[in-house]
């Protein structure tokens, strides 16, 4: 074990320096001075702790009041888009609806009054007839009513209507359904998913179907997708019905028929996408709506 010296330099205490230490009442009072000042310490420290966990618990409410904006997933879009194409399909049929809502036609009357007639040129005789009272039919009447509602109705849609569908859609007058125009700019191909194209001879197309040209240029954000039974194209009637294509057809030799099948069908393009749709009755001023385009009206 080693030996350390140790060096104290303190001056010795004076007699009067120890006397005062030797009074404990002053000893007391520098004790509760030592102890009043910690406390005060104490109390500071924890000021300054509920300071800063008041401001933290402040901060974090802030912060949570302030609404997120919820990521929208690709599902989330789809069921989106559903949505939305659902409503305008049923906004369109309603609207055509409410325009043909037309009130019935009052039961009109016509009398002819009593009048003076001159049977014969140049002779002055009065001839005096009885009041005659014309009542139109009910028939008549319901079939005029019916008429106006139509005409009135479908003037209205085509003045209301906004397409948004970039395009046209005209009725395809032709003898031969296997004749498409080449001419027209078709799909290049197609991604498909679970496909069921059910094919069909353009042969065996019915000759009392109504074919609509559509022609469409898509915005840099569309693509022409195609569901299950053609339920993203729709046609609203004039009276408000809705009904989807009998048959479509891409171009030549792609016809598919209505139980086509796909879980996931997207079309490519350059710039602009040209569809026969084939439906049993169609006519100027019906709308044909397909999701993800948009809505047109169908011209002659």
């Known amino acids: 074990m080693k030996d350390y010296k140790l060096l104290t330099y303190r001056p010795e205490l004076t007699q009067e320096q120890f006397k005062e230490g030797m009074d404990f009442s002053k000893v007391k009072v520098n004790a509760g001075a030592a102890k009043a000042a910690a406390f005060k310490t104490l109390l500071i420290k924890i000021g300054l702790c509920l300071t800063v966990v008041t401001g933290v618990v402040i901060y974090v409410k802030i912060k949570n009041s302030v609404p ?14 559903d949505s939305a194409f659902i409503d305008s399909v049923a906004f369109i049929q309603k609207k055509v609806q409410v325009l043909k809502q037309v009130e019935s036609l009052p039961e009109k009357t016509q009398t002819v009054k009593d009048s003076s007639i001159d049977v014969m040129e140049g002779i002055n005789s009065v001839q005096h007839m009885e009041p005659v009272v014309i009542v139109e039919s009910n028939t008549a009447k319901k079939d005029t009513s019916k008429t106006l509602a139509s005409k009135t109705a479908n003037q209205k849609v085509k003045k209301e209507f906004k397409p948004t569908l970039n395009g046209r859609c005209v009725i395809w007058k032709s003898d031969n359904y296997c004749e498409l125009p080449l001419s027209l700019k078709y799909v290049s ?17 019915e000759r009392n179907l109504i074919a609509l040209l559509v022609t469409v240029t898509p915005k840099p954000q569309q693509r022409l997708k195609l569901e299950s039974g053609f339920k993203n194209i729709s046609l609203v009637k004039n009276d408000g019905s809705v009904i989807h294509p009998a048959f479509l057809s891409l171009g030549p030799k792609n016809y598919f028929g209505k139980n086509f099948r796909s879980s996931a069908f997207a079309a490519h393009y350059t710039n602009e996408i040209n569809l026969f749709l084939f439906f049993p009755d169609a006519q100027s001023g019906d709308i044909v709506a397909i999701k993800g385009l948009g809505e047109v009206m169908v011209e002659n």
């Open 189 to 205: 191909g197609w991604d498909c998913s679970s496909c069921d194209f059910d094919n069909v001879d353009c042969s065996e197309l």
């Open 68 to 81: 997120k904006h919820k990521s929208i997933t690709a599902i989330d879009s789809a069921n989106t888009q």
